[in-house]
């Protein structure tokens, strides 16, 4: 069985700090992280909110990650080796396809393009309130830094466009507190993956 977990939600929610327990928890577990899927910066227009648009789908070539997610459906002990996973030797019998294989999926827009979202079997949603992602941003340091009142301006409202329209949408997501300590988290999503595995 192939099973596909989307870690989405807001930037700074913790979804990277979680997700990456999570691939260490289960062996030969893959991982796709959607900030891979940015746009080069020559890429990203200009809005009417005066700051360059990186917090839009279009900022992301979302085809390209779709395609990522296929291949490893297609052949995930391949996917695993080429990204340099160990990969078990039960995994790579034959018969693998009767092995659990889990692909863990993570970014702040999962849920608002179709054609990744059928491809989801559980989607988590973290939250913080506005404060703390907003004190958590302050002190990030991405490729491209955040202009004076980029959070304000754009990342915020982006933030909140793009959740009611996930939440009109028919999309499932099990939401997680993001206050909750890592440990916290880290064992109810590990918990609820275990048993779903073995349900
Ligand atoms: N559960 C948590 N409690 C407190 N701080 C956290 C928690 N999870 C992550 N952080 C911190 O918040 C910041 C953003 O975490 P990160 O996992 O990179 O978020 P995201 O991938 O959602 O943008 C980092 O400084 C990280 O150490
Ligand atoms: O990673 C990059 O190249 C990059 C370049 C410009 C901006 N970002 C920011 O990355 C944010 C999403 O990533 P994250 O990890 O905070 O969820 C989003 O809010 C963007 O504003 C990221």
């Known amino acids: 069985m192939k099973y596909i977990i989307g870690i989405g939600g807001m930037t700074n929610g913790g979804k990277t700090t979680l997700t990456n327990k999570l691939v260490n928890a289960f062996p030969g577990c893959c991982v796709v992280h959607q900030d891979d899927f940015f746009k080069p910066q020559d890429q990203i227009p200009v809005g009417e909110d005066g700051f360059k648009q990186w917090d839009v789908m279009t900022s992301l070539d979302m085809e390209a990650m779709v395609n990522t997610v296929k291949a490893w459906l297609e052949n995930p002990v391949k996917f695993a080796r080429s990204h340099g996973i160990q990969v078990s030797p039960e995994l790579e019998e034959p018969d693998s396809e009767e092995q659990t294989h889990i692909l863990i999926v993570e970014g702040f827009l999962l849920y608002n393009y179709r054609p990744l979202i059928e491809l989801f079997s559980h989607c988590y949603y973290i939250v913080v309130p506005y404060e703390e992602c907003k004190r958590r941003r302050s002190t990030r340091k991405y490729t491209v830094p955040d202009p004076p009142g ?47 595995l073995n349900s």
């Open 150 to 196: 980029l959070f304000d301006g754009h990342v915020w409202p982006m933030y909140l466009k793009y959740r009611r329209e996930m939440e009109s949408s028919p999309v499932e997501v099990e939401y997680l507190d993001g206050l909750k300590t890592r440990e916290q988290l880290f064992n109810q999503v590990y918990e609820a993956i275990r048993n779903m």
